[in-house]
């Protein structure tokens, strides 16, 4: 029914003749559903209706938290709004602080605050991590502690190397090779500090997407931008989403309501800076053993470009089809470009290109 009020296909539709929809069908609804339907006219103050909050509205059903928020008006909603509610458990007072963490308007925190169920948890970013640090201890290595100066840190078949490129595997599996365990452990802390709270708001599907996403971006940036270099290290994923994250928070800095937030933001800086600053420092160093080159700085740059693109995207449409996002697409498209493009590099650069790549492990 809303479609014919709105003929130009904007999305929105007035106030007004969404009221007169309410009254001419209002007695064919839930009597929930009604209540915030109505609450939602009367809060809105731009004089329009979004379509897909109709929807949304329309197929969830939503606490008296959720309706509460959308009572009290977008224009009067506080900080403290949600924070308000007393007598909750350990894990709801949990769930609170990763959507004031996470989302940037007191709506989507209800909203999600309401509906999170934790089935499915997030299985993906602690799966992700307890196999990187499993490979890594001594499954595949036979060892804890293997600095990539030692030449058998490319007797495996996980890491990714320029002269076994072909073995398609290796733009994924070398996110489980680590440079040393400070490399392991700073990404598995970022992995566990940002990933888990976004998978809990945004789903698996939406984060492992941003996840794999920075890393085949980041093997395939070695294999453009440094060639002759191996990779090794999940930087290519954590960069893509802490990057997103970051940059999610800077274009909503005023609502999103985070406690230390510009200390945090720091924080996370100088960790990513410190990573990246030793992993260029390692990448130029002279290495103890001269068959053995270090590996390639690059995928963190491939993941930082991944999550400021497609990451942001995913994280700013919270409950939001991406399909009916422009940016999404556009933002697709300049990615599945790059990976053609560097497939075709793959093909026929080093081909061309006089090059004295290191010798196979």
Sequence with gaps: LLSQFDPDNTGY?????FRSLLQRHGSELDPHKLEVLLALADSNSEGRICYQDFVNLMSNKRSNSFRQAILQGNRRLCSKALLEETGLSL???LIRHVAYETLPREIDRKWYYDS????????FMITITIVAFFLYNGVVLDRFVLQVSHPLYLKNA?????????????YLTYIFMHAGIEHLGLNVVLQLLVGVPLEMVHGAARISFVYIAGVVAGSLAVSVADMTAPVVGSSGGVYALVS?????IVMNWSGMKCQFKLLRMAVALICMSFEFGRAVWLRFHPSAYPPCPHPSFMAHLGGVMVGITLGVIILRNYEQRLQDQTLWWIFLSIYVIFVLFAIFWNIFAYSLLDLKLPPPP
């Excluded at 539709?13 to 003749?17: G, L, N, R, V």
């Excluded at 996980?158 to 595997?169: D, E, I, N, T, V």
């Design 13 to 17: 539709i007035s106030t007004e003749k």
């Design 116 to 123: 999170y169920t934790c089935c499915p948890p997030p299985w």
């Design 244 to 248: 997103a994250h970051l940059a999610n």
């Design 158 to 170: 996980l890491l990714y190397h320029p002269q076994l490129r072909a073995q398609a595997w290796r």
């Design 91 to 93: 894990s709801q007072r």
